[in-house]
């Protein structure tokens, strides 16, 4: 109820307020589903009510279908048997498919407020021509018949997949495509990223009674087909006459909708004291039953943790379900593959509970800005994890100083490679998986923990938890984000986004010489190798074996971090002027008296050679 009376307050507001100068689209799906599970086949009827919040006529609309992609011919297909580096999980697979293990989605009659409207399949887009354009500030309903047959697992959906699971049933229904100020986003399917409107579904499927379903939603009818959500309710199906059971979901405020099917599922709870519920589906003979046993506990400190840190989860549920091909996430829900030991199911949860924040909540276009939806999971998954080994959760794990080692190695060696393209890039664009699956990954995760350098970590937590409260429900773009972290910073930062996201330029700064000045003291010369300037810490090490910070600003940042950690002998330099290649930080020590100095203790710099960092420099071959 008080999700409901929140999502209710923050759409009355948006709309007077106009999304503080922007406006997004908004819907209503109400579908009902009748599967047959002989011929994995369904038929679906679909009210979908649009919101037009722009300020422009639509006299057209789209919608993905999504399921077309499993055929040979697709452009799904075509791009995994022509791209250099072919995801393993699709390869020729889709080429190979027979009639029967093809997906598709088959519109039988659509009308507009009653009219008839024409439109044309291309690929996996539906494009409507409408009987009227849809005015700033109206609505329209748009009532659709369909078909559809679900494809042989391949990729994220499907029947029938390596572990057994019958149905993952994820991008199942013909999809509205998302309007937002750039128009539509009528991106063909390829098995990259998404892009939805948020809206409430309302979904009723009618399916064998034999079948336990799982997803997105809050199931409205536990009593009426015998398998209960409620924490004490009775986990077996009704016994009656009925061939089959009509379940009924309701999901308040999402832009997706998934759900799963399987006989064999065992369906377990976990309350959280604040009233969440954890849904665990797993297959009741699967050879992890225990591992998936263990999962509950564990998944109640991860949401702790990025409660606190990050924003509280908004909804009353959350479902950890078998299914898929891997990991993928939905609103409230999660499909992953459960063959795993236990530190591996851990950590797939995990991520794939991150993206409950990014995109879920924060529903930027992850299409166009893969980093920040995986990117940005990876940072926080990463933290949760490491949370997790303080807390002796995972067995035999510890936890580590530099937790965020393996993306920047991951970055540094994706810049070696010389296959890398700018993080503005389209998903769908980039010219290989691995450029792909690098730079959405780790470099967005090190855009992350290499930013909070720039701000001290302080204004960084700060600025995440801004970010949240500012976007939460809306569609942020990365200009957001930098706003959010420049008002909680005091600093500038669009250099930084211009240069880390728009261009391959990466940092690379060394320490050349130590010489006396006039006086007694020292310089340290300094210097920018790479294309991407950026604030520079310094640290001094005294023979005596005391330590000394310099922090140098950019001068384009407008000022400076503060001291992030109590007890540190800090100082805050002149200015680095961001044309500069050279730089002389005055010491006051004598050059006898220093033992070493180095760039970026904190390791936070993504420097692409550490090697010239520290001075005097270590032998080659010591650690």
């Not at 569609?475 to 910073?489: G, L």
């Not at 211009?498 to 006086?519: C, M, Q, R, W």
Request: proline share 7%; net charge negative.
């Amino acid at each position: 109820m008080r999700l409901l009376l929140f999502l209710s307050a923050f759409l009355t507001v948006s709309e007077l307020l106009g999304q503080s100068g922007r406006w997004q689209q908004g819907v209503r799906y109400e579908m009902e589903i009748d599967f047959d599970v002989k011929t994995h086949r369904f038929e679906g009827i679909q009210r979908l009510t649009y919101f037009n919040r722009s300020p422009d006529e639509l006299d057209r609309v789209f919608y993905h279908l999504y399921f077309t992609a499993f055929q040979p011919g697709s452009a799904m297909d075509v791009r995994s048997r022509n791209i250099p580096d072919p995801d393993f999980r699709i390869m020729d697979k889709i080429f190979k498919l027979k009639p029967e293990e093809t997906g598709y989605q088959k519109i039988i009659s659509l009308t507009q407020n009653g009219e008839p409207v024409s439109w044309e399949v291309a690929g996996t887009i539906l494009e409507v021509t409408l009987a009227r354009p849809i005015l700033p500030g109206d609505s329209v309903l748009l009532e659709m018949k369909f078909e559809a047959q679900v494809p042989k697992q391949t990729r994220r959906s499907g029947r029938d997949n390596a572990e057994g699971i019958s149905y993952s049933m994820a991008q199942w229904y013909p999809k509205i495509c998302q309007y937002d100020e750039q128009g539509w986003h009528a991106n063909p399917y390829i098995a990259r990223e998404f892009y939805g409107v948020f809206g409430d579904f309302d979904v009723k499927i009618s399916i064998d009674k034999s079948f336990v379903l799982a997803g997105t939603g809050y199931l409205q009818n536990p009593s009426e087909i015998g398998h209960g959500y409620a924490p004490d309710s009775v986990q077996t199906a009704k016994a009656d006459q009925k061939e089959k059971l009509n379940w009924h979901f309701f999901a308040p405020w999402v832009n997706d909708f998934v759900w799963t099917a399987d006989p064999d599922y065992q369906h377990t709870q976990w309350v959280r004291k604040d009233g969440l519920v954890l849904h665990f589906f797993y297959q009741k003979q699967g050879p992890n039953q225990e591992e998936w046993a263990h999962l509950p506990p564990v998944m109640d400190s991860v949401f702790t943790f990025l409660n606190k840190k990050y924003g509280p989860y908004p909804y009353r549920q959350f479902s950890f379900i078998q299914g898929g091909d891997g990991g993928m996430e939905y609103p409230m829900a999660t499909l992953i593959t459960g063959n795993r030991p236990f530190g591996s199911l851990v950590g797939v949860s995990v991520h794939e509970l991150a993206h409950s924040w990014y995109p879920m909540v924060l529903g930027s276009n992850e299409a166009l800005h893969a980093w920040m939806d995986e990117g940005f999971a990876t940072f926080i998954s990463d933290e949760a994890m490491n949370y997790l080994k303080t807390l002796g959760l995972l067995p035999g794990q510890t936890p580590k100083e530099h937790v965020h080692a393996p993306t920047y190695a991951g970055y540094v060696n994706l810049r070696a490679s010389g296959l890398e393209e700018p993080l503005s890039i389209h998903a769908d664009h980039f010219q290989t998986n691995y450029a792909y699956g690098q730079a959405s990954y780790d470099k967005g995760s090190v855009f992350l923990h290499q930013l909070s350098y720039v701000t001290g970590q302080q204004a960084f937590d700060k600025g995440m938890l801004d970010y949240f409260d500012t976007w939460k429900f809306r569609h942020p773009n990365p200009n957001d984000f930098i706003r959010c972290m420049e008002k909680a910073s005091g600093l500038e930062l669009d250099w930084y986004k211009e240069y880390f996201v728009n261009t391959t330029h990466s940092p690379d700064y060394a320490i050349d010489s130590l010489k006396p000045d006039a006086g007694k003291g020292s310089v340290a010369i300094l210097s920018r190798i790479g294309r991407m300037p950026m604030p520079v810490d310094v640290s001094v090490t005294t023979l005596d074996g005391k330590n000394f910070l310099y922090s140098i600003p950019l001068d384009i940042m407008r000022g400076a971090k503060p001291l992030e950690k109590e007890g540190t002998n800090f100082t805050v330099a002149p200015d680095w002027m961001w044309v500069q290649p050279t730089y002389e930080l005055a010491l006051p020590f004598p050059v006898g008296q220093i033992k070493t100095i180095e760039i970026d203790p904190s390791l936070r710099l993504a420097d692409i050679n550490r090697a010239d960092n520290l001075f005097p420099a270590k032998p080659v071959g010591t650690e």
